[in-house]
């Protein structure tokens, strides 16, 4: 998985590769401080059941089987926008908000491990 950090001002920046987007936009707006990844962390350390989920303020991370999916959280108005009254298909502009992004697990971890020595900077 190809990915990058920045700051952006005082903002803290993931950006993955356009098949992950969501992953860095989940971090981007999850993680911003260490207590945060540090609770991930042991989420994912200690998860051991064959499907498992960790609820964000706007994100879900699911776990299940080796691999990791990010979904934004459908209670989200945002989330009916884009479909047609027939419930049609999404809008194509609604952007990276309104997909599924998924990577294995030890992709995950090592990402989430290398975003918190950037942020601890």
């Given at each position: ?44 350390q ?41 419930g ?29 020595d950037?942020?601890?900077i």
């Amino acid at each position: 998985m190809e990915y990058q950090f920045y700051k952006d001002g005082l903002l803290n920046v993931a950006e993955c590769s356009f098949e992950q987007e969501l992953i860095g936009v989940f971090i981007t707006e999850e993680l911003q401080n260490i207590e945060q990844v540090q609770q991930l962390q042991n989420f994912l350390q200690q998860s051991s059941a064959a499907s498992t989920s960790w609820q964000a303020q706007h994100y879900s991370l699911i776990m299940n089987e080796g691999e990791i999916e990010v979904h934004h959280n459908s209670e989200s108005e945002s989330w009916h926008e884009g479909y047609d009254e027939e419930g049609g298909i999404p809008d194509e502009s609604l952007g990276a908000q309104q997909q599924i992004a998924g990577c294995g697990l030890e992709d995950f971890v090592e990402l989430i491990e290398q975003w918190s020595d950037f942020i601890s900077i």
